[in-house]
Nanobody
């Protein structure tokens, strides 16, 4: 069974940056992991995903110029670097994982992910 633990959330001012981490245990090397986010009253939204073999990535079109996803194979950890944050980025950010090497066309679909973390709150406010 895969365990996912997110960290790095917090309160940041508009225009600031944060880096989220998702530590993965129980699976190494293969599979796909992703970030989703959810704000109160809104549906869960895809942010970005990465395939561990080869580092193939996919981003939400609206976020790709400010957010960067990466992974460290040695640490079995995925990251999300978020820059130039706005209040609209306020949400709980969730890490998700699957053992499948998803094609990019499937990476944004939540039902393809079997394991989810508890989430980390990101609040962008002055």
């Amino acid at each position: 069974q895969v365990a996912l633990v997110e960290s790095g959330g917090g309160l940041v001012q508009p225009g600031g940056s944060l880096r989220l981490s998702c530590a993965r245990s129980g699976r190494t090397g293969a599979g796909t992991t992703a970030w989703f986010r959810q704000s109160p009253g809104k549906e869960r939204e895809f942010v970005a995903a990465i395939r561990w073999n080869g580092g193939i990535t996919r981003y939400s079109e609206s976020l790709k110029y400010r957010f960067t996803i990466s992974r460290d194979n040695a640490k079995n950890t995925m990251y999300l670097q978020m820059n130039n944050l706005t209040p609209e980025d306020t949400a709980v950010y969730y890490c998700a994982a699957t053992s499948l090497n998803l094609i990019t066309g499937s990476m944004a679909t939540p039902r393809f992910y079997d394991d989810w973390g508890q989430g980390t709150q990101v609040t962008v406010s002055s």
